[in-house]
């Protein structure tokens, strides 16, 4: 049975940074919540808590260290690190949990918390469910419940070479016996948490780098560049005459590439050339890809070609992580560009992710225009309709019945999703088909009848 959460998306706690639930005080109850549900073991705890650059990470950072220390619990603060950062720490410093403060892709004025465990993996529903009944009760409990007093009380303390070690981590995932002398290379770090990292370790292993979104000043994370707007990207691949471009997002767990000629290249391509490589070398793990409902029916199409299995889950590379881990494969990911390789890190990593396609090229010679040819995309479409109401679409008999008719117009040639955002009241309407032109007559259908039944506008 699915775990019911009332603050807790696919990807943590996520909303406007000062109002609820991205609250000073929900912060601090949160906080809270996590150093009572997640302490592991006898002795002193501890959490490390990272962020990416948002101004309201300042706020709210103080607000989950205020939360952790006054249950007795010690927190580490490391400061703009991307998310898989904070995953491979929270493992290496044997801490009882990592939190995130960010919103990844989304504006700033936005923010989010997300939490892994002590083993580096983002918690199942039901511990999240937990932590947010300690959190939203904050007001229910005495003032006179007991708490730790004199040194009980959690210390706080930065951990100055943080950066260092996951460079070193990093660097690791990548054959020594290779450089990447001799490339050059184009970086958006969408002003956001990898401005550090990602220019460090690509320079450190010999690539000569071009780079934008390395500015950040609280406000501009993800404004106009990173992985949500990678035609910035293209066009100074295509003017600087770099050998490939990479483009983060904002907290790094996620990238987008674009291939010598200025093409853009997905997570599904970045899967599809990943898994060729690995299955080749019988490095691919049960010869099985991961991947959601929202991939390009031209991976599993590529992927069956060459004997690979894929797998498909609902939306969120949480639940990826989760079919990954219990069928004990290796390679999985998001066509938005969360790539996770399981036997390097716990979570979604966008360097890992750009360093392994990079070993590829080199290993084969191969140019990133030639790899991606692997794969062909069916053509797609996808229609966001923000509504009032989530309405469960099994509940929606109108919309139902087109849906039904419009998979029967496909027929084996396509397919349809329908599907609401995890972090906001979007109704996602996506149609794949061999035919442009029926996809959209299709998708138009679709979006018709959601609009007839759910009273849905289109989402600018």
Same mark, same amino acid.
């Given at each position: ?28 109850? $949160? ?36 939360? $952790? ?185 996620? $990238? ?126 996808? $229609? ?77």
């Amino acid at each position: 049975m699915e775990v019911q959460r009332k603050l807790f998306g696919t990807d943590g706690v996520r909303g406007v940074a000062n109002v609820h639930p991205m609250t000073v005080e929900m912060a601090m109850g $949160i906080g809270q919540g996590v150093a009572s549900v997640l302490k592991a073991h006898a002795g002193r705890h501890k959490i490390i808590i990272g962020k990416d650059t948002r101004l309201s990470g300042y706020m709210l950072e103080n607000a989950l260290v205020a939360g $952790i220390c006054s249950m007795g619990v010690d927190t580490l603060l490391v400061g703009p690190l991307p998310t898989p950062a904070i995953a491979f720490l929270t493992r290496n410093m044997r801490a009882d949990a990592g939190i995130v403060i960010s919103a990844s892709h989304n504006p700033y004025e936005d923010n989010g918390i997300k939490i892994f465990a002590r083993n580096g993996f983002k918690l199942p529903d039901e511990l999240e469910a937990a932590i947010e009944d300690y959190a939203l009760s904050i007001h229910e409990r005495t003032g006179d419940a007991p708490r730790p007093t004199a040194d009980a009380v959690g210390r706080a303390r930065r951990i100055d070479d943080a950066i260092g070690r996951y460079i070193v981590f990093l660097k690791n995932t990548f054959p020594v016996e290779y450089t990447l002398d001799g490339l050059t290379i184009a970086v958006d770090c969408a002003h956001g948490a990898t401005y550090k990292v990602a220019p460090a370790v690509l320079s450190e292993l010999g690539a000569d780098l071009k780079l934008v979104g390395v500015e950040p000043n609280g406000t501009n994370i993800n404004a106009g560049v990173g992985a949500l707007h990678p035609e910035r990207l293209a066009a100074m691949v295509r003017e600087t005459e770099a050998d490939m471009g990479l483009a983060f997002d904002g907290d790094g767990d996620r $990238i987008i590439m674009v291939d010598e000629e200025g093409e853009i290249v997905d997570g599904d391509e970045i899967m599809a050339i990943c898994a060729d490589y690995l299955i080749d070398r019988g490095g691919l793990k049960q010869a099985t890809v991961v991947a959601t409902v929202m991939s390009n029916l031209g991976l599993e199409l590529c992927l069956r070609d060459r004997g690979i299995r894929m797998l498909r889950t609902k939306v969120g590379d949480r639940y990826v992580v989760e079919a990954m881990r219990a069928g004990g494969y290796n390679l999985g990911g998001e066509q938005s560009g969360h790539i996770v390789f399981l036997d390097h890190n716990t979570t979604g990593d966008g360097i890992l992710s750009a360093l392994q396609v990079l070993n590829v090229m080199v290993m084969t010679g191969k140019p990133l225009s030639e790899l991606k040819r692997i794969m062909r995309k069916l053509p797609q479409v996808l $229609i966001n309709l923000r509504v009032a109401k989530r309405t469960p679409i099994s509940e929606c008999p109108g919309l139902l019945k087109a849906m039904r008719g419009q998979e029967e117009r496909l027929g084996e040639s396509g397919r349809i999703l329908l599907r609401y955002s995890g972090t906001e009241p979007v109704l996602r309407i996506m149609v794949e088909a061999l035919d442009p032109g029926l996809m959209h007559d299709v998708a138009q259908v679709l979006k018709e009848a959601a609009l007839r039944e759910l009273g849905a506008a289109e989402k600018e």
